[in-house]
């Protein structure tokens, strides 16, 4: 073919109109479709491979004994905490099972999760008790399990929350069990920000002399540490959780603690920072990990945080529902900042909505609209089969408008866009291969 006997089409004239541009009537199924179809890379879990053996967590009971569950028991059953914690986990399970989805409507989100995940493995969410259920999860293996979730969830990968501070992980990390090549690391390290009281101890303790003043020497014992298990671990980010009482700067141990060991750490090996706010831990201590709660935290920190460390890349989710809107208008200032996920509190469907409109229409496609925080592998199913149902009705919502406005919408543009949502900017951000 030479070029004077046929010349390339002109890009309109090679597009068919009615085949390529969606209808309005078209968008909601074919958002629905794409958002169906397109993997998650779930940024924040607390998933482990099956090798940490302990701390892999799934199946009826731990699902049951979920901490989000146990908070709901004592609202309608008038055992006692101590009773409670005194009961073995399957005891606590079926108690909770008891009270909650036999003797009441499972209508909570927590709740209707535990259904979702049921009904996706076939098993009866009307079932007097759990003994099928038992019986259904005894004969996986966690290899096939952690294989069988994910597909069902439709998650390429997740990252884990790995604590460095914890001695149980950390055994399991140096004993040299085996990794999954689609969960990855996030060196977490919430006593080092939170009490250098206790970090500095266990810094000391395992080879890191660290006194209890922030000195040259224990920043630099403290650098060494975490350079030491970022070559361990290599992680994707470094994380942490913050009280709502965080600020920056402060005259505190944490400001000093981030200026000279974290945000240096961070620009070395080219790390982002999560950073987790509004946190309210032990509430009711009776309660243990349900007895956290919320509280309202000041963004500004956030912004001076990335104003004062251009070169630093943070990753931020806030748990006040009120902080959403300044976290937003933040974001439109900060390139280095990166909201994401609608955090434990907020991850109920009326505020995921809200919140991933307030995204769409303030940041475009540039932000994580979801992470599961999936404690026990299974949920990961339902964490993102509800995400997924909501981020579809906003998304549909924006493209409709956009149509009403004059755009021309295809379902390349969709794909692009929740492929940026689900995966890219999450990768991109933490430079993993795209
Ligand atoms: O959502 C949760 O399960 C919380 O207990 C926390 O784990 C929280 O997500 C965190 O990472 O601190
Ligand atoms: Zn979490």
Redesign the pocket.
């Known amino acids: 073919m030479t070029e004077t006997t046929q010349a390339p089409p002109k890009p309109d004239e090679s597009k068919k109109p009615d085949e390529q541009h969606l209808e309005d009537k078209d968008v909601a199924r074919e958002v629905e479709r794409i958002v169906r179809e397109t993997p998650v890379f779930d940024v924040?879990t607390?998933q482990y491979p099956p090798s940490f053996r302990k701390l892999f967590s799934a199946g009826i009971d731990d699902l049951v004994t979920y901490?989000?569950l146990i908070a709901e028991l004592f609202r309608s059953s008038a055992v006692g905490v101590d009773a409670f914690w005194s009961m073995s986990k399957p005891e606590q399970a079926d108690l909770i099972w008891d009270t909650l989805f036999v003797r009441n409507t499972p209508l909570s989100e927590a709740c209707r999760g535990v259904v979702c995940v049921m009904s996706a493995y076939g098993l009866d969410p009307h079932a007097p008790d759990l003994k099928a259920a038992r019986e259904f999860f005894e004969f996986i293996e966690p290899n096939d399990h952690l294989e069988q979730a994910m597909r069902l969830a439709g998650v390429s990968d997740m990252v884990m929350?790995n604590d460095v501070f914890n001695p149980e992980e950390a055994a399991y990390w140096e004993s040299g069990a085996a990794r999954h090549p689609k969960l990855h690391a996030a060196l977490?390290m919430?006593p080092l920000l939170n009490s250098w009281e206790q970090a500095s101890e266990t810094l000391s303790r395992r080879g890191y002399q660290a006194t209890r003043d922030i000195d040259d020497s224990a920043v630099s014992s403290a650098r060494r540490f975490l350079d030491d298990w970022i070559e361990r671990m290599k992680p994707l980010y470094m994380a942490v959780?913050l009280p709502a009482e965080f600020r920056y700067p402060d005259d505190s141990a944490r400001t000093k603690v981030m200026q000279d060991i974290v945000l240096p750490t961070g620009r070395e090996h080219n790390l982002p920072f999560a950073l987790?706010v509004g946190?309210r831990r032990a509430a009711n201590p009776t309660l243990r990990?349900a007895g956290?709660s919320v509280g309202y935290a000041d963004v500004s920190s956030i912004g001076r945080l990335c104003r004062e460390n251009p070169d630093n890349r943070f990753l931020a989710s806030i748990l006040s529902r009120e902080n959403q809107h300044e976290l937003c208008v933040t974001s439109r200032k900060f390139a280095n900042l990166m909201p994401f996920g609608c955090?434990?509190f907020l991850?109920n469907p009326s505020i995921i909505r809200e919140i991933t409109d307030e995204r769409l229409e303030m940041l475009g496609a540039t932000f994580i609209p979801q992470h599961s925080?999936a404690?026990i592998l299974d949920q990961i199913i339902y964490k993102w089969q509800h995400s997924r149902y909501t981020i579809a009705a906003s998304l549909t919502d924006s493209y409709r408008a956009l149509l009403r406005d004059g755009w021309r919408l295809t379902s390349d543009q969709i794909e692009s866009d929740v492929t940026r949502l689900f995966q890219n900017n999450f990768r991109r951000f933490a430079g993993v291969a795209v």
């Open positions: 924040h607390h901490h989000y929350t977490r919430d959780s987790m946190v990990d956290d955090w434990w991850n925080d404690r």
